[in-house]
Every structure is written in structure tokens, then in C-alpha cells.
């Protein structure tokens, strides 16, 4: 007798717990992508990223001139990673910034990894498309060279995107 009442004792205990680590796995399930939303990451996300990285190529050569720098090359060096930190920051400050608006979150560092991943992709397919030295090739119309600059752009937005959006979920 004490086994036939006790299993469904273990049934109902079971469903008691059970029950809300389902209620929490629905409640924990990403919000539906709007690609009005996505858009505007993306949007967002390269022109800020064109701006942070011409800031920060300003300023990481007014500071490395200041601090006595006086080579070209180590100005203009200096002034390539100033303006990729400050591109990639802009990049995924842009898509944390929109994908944050409302009830919902996503994790920054992910999204900043993102935009690294993109940068690297991007630099790389620079340095297939144009050569090592970076240059346009010279009969290549004005639209095809605005048009792989703005591709190149485009990259380390998208992997922001991609990188936010992953680490999606509501925020109450």
C-alpha cells in the first residue's frame, strides 16, 4: 500500500518542480526580431563607426605627435589603431544602444566581438580586393569604388548585429 500511495506523491512533487524552471525557460526565450529594428542597428552601427574611427585616428595622432612621435609611418600607425579601437567602440555602441531600447538587453561584449570579428573579416577582404597597399584599383568607376567602401563599412556592423542579437533576451 505505501508504494501505490507514494508514487503519486513523487509525481506531484515532481510536477511542483518542474513547473517553474518551464515557466522560467519560456520567460528567458529571445524577443522576435523586428527587421525594422535590425535595420537600424546595422544602419546605425556603420556610420557611427565610419565617424569613431576618423575621431579616433584624430586623436590617437594628436597624441602620439604630442608625446614626441615625429615618423610618418608612426603617426599614421598610431592613428590606424586609434581609429580602430574608436570604430569598433562606435560600432557596437550604436547596435547595443538600439537593440536596447525597450524591454530588452543584450550582452556588450558579445556584440564588441562582434564588430572585431566584422573588422577583421572586412580588413582582410581590403586586403584581397585591393592589394597590400589598400589602393582603389585605377579603372574602377565611381560607383564600384563607393560601393566596396560602403560594403567594407558595412562589415563590422554586421557582426555587431549579429553578436547583439545572439545574446538577445528581455529585460523586465
Known amino acids: ?12 512533487l ?9 515557466l522560467r525557460a519560456q520567460a528567458l526565450e529571445p524577443p522576435r526580431l523586428v527587421p525594422e529594428r535590425v535595420a537600424g542597428e546595422v544602419v546605425a552601427g556603420t556610420y557611427a563607426g565610419i565617424g569613431g574611427f576618423i575621431v579616433g585616428s584624430f586623436v590617437a595622432e594628436e597624441f602620439a605627435a604630442a608625446v614626441g612621435a615625429r615618423h610618418e609611418t608612426t603617426l599614421r600607425h598610431s592613428g590606424w589603431i586609434g581609429g580602430a579601437l574608436g570604430g569598433g567602440l562606435a560600432t557596437a555602441g ?3 544602444g538600439i537593440g536596447s531600447i525597450g524591454h530588452q538587453a543584450g ?3 558579445v556584440t564588441a566581438l562582434g564588430a572585431g570579428v566584422g573588422f577583421a573579416t572586412s580588413l582582410g ?3 584581397l580586393l585591393l592589394g597590400a597597399d589598400g589602393t582603389l584599383p585605377e579603372g574602377m568607376s565611381t560607383r564600384a569604388r563607393w560601393a566596396t567602401i560602403n560594403a567594407l563599412a558595412l562589415l563590422p556592423a554586421l ?3 549579429i553578436g547583439f542579437n545572439s545574446t538577445r533576451r528581455f529585460q523586465p
Do not use: E, H, N, Q
Request: hydrophobic residues 60%; glycine residues 4%.
Open 1 to 12: 500500500m505505501r508504494s501505490r500511495s507514494a508514487a503519486p506523491l513523487a509525481v506531484a
Open 14 to 22: 515532481a510536477v511542483i518542480l518542474a513547473v517553474p524552471s518551464v
Open 94 to 96: 550604436a547596435v547595443y
Open 107 to 109: 550582452d556588450f561584449d
Open 125 to 127: 577582404l581590403a586586403r
Open 159 to 161: 557582426g555587431a548585429t
